[in-house]
T-cell receptor, first 117, second 112 residues
């Protein structure tokens, strides 16, 4: 099946620094990718929809200047957490729907565990 | 706005029995209801999708139903095994390319 790769899987950064997370569709082109955030023992919360070649669509309450999304190519979307603070520590997951999939299933990356110290 | 709810936070089932998880939605029926499995520290993995006009879908030991009258989807695992222990997420989607919104999930424990 389709593969979505996310990198890095874990990152620790200092408060005030920025962290970039990459999400790649390895064997298909994805015009749309989605970024989620998940707190321990909680469900996935949709942060934004990443659209290739255009601006991302952010969900209500998500700061677009804080979480910068760039979808520069059909196989790569990046999420940059700017001026990170400890409360940004979370599990970030991306997903994409393969265009050839008739099932509308989403393929998820393995997630990135961000810890801000 | 439409909500999707999984009211059971956790469920313990004896090995070999059928595990049944519930997902309810409010307001209008989503075009798609999906079920995912998530293991700790990993991304969700797609299991089954059922469309609004379908009543039941099966895949090996898994079965999903969609009842638009009750506004509910049930997810069944028959002949459950300890390896089935995980968090199971119900999700809705308005159409094929739309964002997927998840319920809170149910942590399933299959007891040996």
């Amino acid at each position: 099946g389709a593969v979505v790769s996310q990198h890095p899987s874990r990152v620790i950064c200092k408060s005030g620094t920025s962290v970039k997370i990459e999400c790649r569709s390895l064997d298909f082109q994805a015009t749309t990718m989605f970024w989620y955030r998940q707190f321990p023992k909680k469900s996935l919360m949709l942060m934004a929809t990443s659209n290739e070649g255009s601006k991302a669509t952010y969900e209500q309450g998500v700061e677009k200047d804080k979480f910068l999304i760039n979808h520069a190519s059909l196989t790569l979307s990046t999420l940059t957490v700017t001026s990170a603070h400890p409360e940004d520590s979370s599990f970030y997951i991306c997903s994409a729907t393969a265009p050839v999939s008739a099932k509308a299933e989403a393929f998820f990356g393995q997630g990135t565990r961000l810890t801000v110290v | 706005s439409q909500k999707i709810e999984q009211n059971s936070e956790a469920l313990n089932i004896q090995e070999g029995k059928t595990a049944t998880l519930t997902c309810n939605y409010t307001n209008y029926s989503p075009a798609y209801l999906q079920w995912y499995r998530q293991d700790p520290g990993r991304g969700p993995v797609f299991l089954l999708l059922i469309r609004e006009n379908e009543k039941e879908k099966r895949k090996e030991r898994l079965k999903v139903t969609f009842d638009t009258t009750l506004k509910q989807s049930l997810f069944h695992i028959t002949a459950s095994q300890p390896a089935d222990s995980a968090t199971y997420l119900c999700a809705r989607q308005k159409n094929r390319d739309d964002k997927i919104i998840f319920g809170k999930g149910t942590r399933l424990h299959i007891l040996p």
